[in-house]
């Protein structure tokens, strides 16, 4: 590897994990917790439901807040990635275009009540864009966000984070994870130092007794969850097999809408558009998917991926062999939004544990030779 | 019933007189199937029938992952048919192109989608082969019921009740790829040179979106439902396509997907046509 490869690698420590602090907070604390981060002028943001739609919005009261469903419809990257926004604006006067640049994304934020497969997807995320280019309104509103999660004890068919080496109680990603333990207290482990910070200025947490233990409380999820595939047959499969009729038999009822990347936690493209006017305009950053057939179109008009099979495989690729070889993580979390969403039930678990299977296949017939 | 449409799946399938059929599989999560496309006779087990075949495959028929197969038989309820009768009348497919498996349905889902206590046609209008007994059209049902309730409101409300759900809007274009009339092979939102349709969901492009997408199926929207059934933040579509619906028919006395010798409105002239608009 030449020393350029090196440097294009190499990524942003995130910021240190210390050794994690155990504290305990009683349940008829959390509200508190909330109130003090609004308190303290932090932005709030956390799931509210709203009919049958639960997503991350920004809140005033800890009485707005909904944390019975097991994952929001959408996942909270939007609060560092929002579905539209502005990178720049102009406006042209009569002898001068006058440029409007200047953003401010350092309000300190709170994202509260997100759960550890989405809380996991922010540092695979940092990988990107802190990749070659640093995204400064990933990392800027990255550096000013305090993420605070709950371990889930409870999961539905779609979710498969243990498949995929996290778990119902993942602290990546967490400056805070609380784990309920008993009816009447949280575990809390505290990651970060910015973790830390916030829960000294907030009082709320004690002193958690050396007996305090997780595991007991999230047993039965994990249990529940099982594993759905063997992850580690995933990429050597995809390495060999860019070509194979699979792909046809499994995304053949896809019908190219944008569901599966737009609820995903870590899918991240984006679409740069010049929205302009006679006086003026701007420069706009759109959430984009590689399941549009636009997605890929050249200016010659030809598109090197012209039916859905090689945009459903590509989705695929990059979650699971792209990502991994560029970035060494893979980008998925089980968080199971594009299963739980698909119109078509296309079921990218259902995909993966073909995949596993085909692989076992292989190998036994490689050992058999 | 299954067992029926297996049964001629696979003679089909065997004799050669489709190469396809397109039908519904389990899904992998419990209440869910999936569509699936049966191209060997020794396949046809993996089709099923129940109240979870929400899909309407119609749209399948005009994808080129599909068509490319061959013929197909398609298994169709009422409300899919409709979609294939108007995929006929816009010429985007010939009748015998196509074999229509259909099957009589009492309505999908747990509870009923709202589309079903309104259906008019349990038992599809068009087939090759029926499965199923055999259900009257309800009569005394008034599909409109709920549009009429909105136009009560007034502008500001509905207004504020559109702003509100369009806000919810993602961009995702589910709406449009599940919805078998929207076969543009290049939608208006996909033109970039120059772009007609703002790709943000900030409020003007939300509201581009959803009214061009609303304009473009009106007269042509056969209420199946998919739209709304795909949205992945609930805004509810299938609204604002019977408003347009309502209108068309009141002012052609047409509906699309009943009757295959029928000329939508917006092909055809007649001097009776309602003309009131033109001042």
Sequence with gaps: MSDDDQEKLSVEEPEKETQPILKALRPENLNDLIRKGLDLGYRVLAPVKADELVTFEQISSPDEVFLESITTRMSPKSVLFPRTERVFSYRIGKDQIAVEDKQDFTAPTIIFGCRPCDAASFPIMDRLFQWDYHD????????????????????????????VGLAPDSTQGSDILLTQISPDQYLAEIMTEKGADFAEKTGLFDEAGADLEKEPATKAVKEKLGEKFDVEKIKPWLDQNYDHDFWKEVTRMCIGCGICTYVCPTCHCFDLVDEAHYDGGAKIKNWDACQFAAFTVHASGHNPRPDQISRHRQRIMHKYKYYPDNLGAILCTGCGRCVRHCPMEVNLIRILKGISQAATVDDTQKRAR | MIEQIREKAKELLTSGEVKVVIGYENGGLPETTRPVFITTSDEVERLVWNKHCYANLATFLVRNEVSSIGKPAIIAK???????????????????????????????????????????????????????????????????????????????????????????????????????????????????????????????????????????LSGRCIDCGECERACPVDIPLSLLNRRLAKSVKERFGYEPGYDKEAAPPFTDFKQEDSQEFIK
């Design chain 2, 78 to 216: 009422g409300c899919d048919v409709k979609a294939i009768t108007a995929l006929i009348q816009e010429s985007q497919i010939q009748r015998e192109d196509v074999l229509i498996l259909g099957v009589t349905c009492e309505g999908v889902g747990d509870p009923l989608l709202s589309k079903c206590p309104i259906c008019d046609v349990n038992t599809p209008r068009d087939y090759d082969i029926l499965f199923g007994e055999e259900i009257p059209p309800k009569t005394d049902i008034n599909k409109f019921a709920d549009v009429e309730e909105f136009e009560e409101k007034s502008p500001e409300e509905r207004w504020e009740f559109w702003e509100k759900q369009f806000e919810k809007c993602i961009k995702c274009y589910a709406c449009r790829q599940v919805c078998p009339l929207c076969y543009c092979e290049i939608c208006i939102a996909d033109k970039n040179q120059p772009q007609w349709i703002e790709t943000s969901s900030h409020t003007r492009g939300n509201y581009h979106w959803n009214l061009i997408r609303a304009w473009h």
């Design chain 1, 136 to 163: 400064k309104f990933w990392n800027e509103r990255r550096k000013a966000t305090l993420v605070i999660s709950i371990s889930c004890l409870d999961c539905d068919e779609a979710c498969f984070c243990t498949s």
